[in-house]
């Protein structure tokens, strides 16, 4: 996985007792419909979340602590940043 750290516009649902399900995310200007949820975990930095899109490629959601914004943080090697 190549590490970045990129705003994402996430669409997530949160449960009463504060796990998330994501459903997509928007990034480059295109909607990444998430087929699977992998590990979830949370640090100091927030919640991170491995999410699989209908392409199957894997990438790291960060919920972060700070703000409560969105990022980007883990995309598949060889992924295009432009």
């Known amino acids: 996985m190549r590490r970045v750290d990129l705003p994402a516009a996430v669409d997530a649902r949160f449960e009463p007792d504060g796990r998330s399900h994501v459903r ?4 480059q200007g295109l909607y990444h419909v998430v087929t699977t949820t992998g590990r979830t975990w949370v640090d100091d930095a927030g ?4 999410v699989m899109d209908s392409g199957d490629r894997v ?3 960060l919920l972060r602590r700070s703000d409560l914004n969105w990022r980007l943080v883990g995309v598949p090697p060889g992924e295009s940043l432009a």
């Open 47 to 50: 919640r991170h979340v491995l």
């Open 59 to 61: 990438f790291e959601l």
């Open 24 to 27: 997509g995310f928007s990034w």
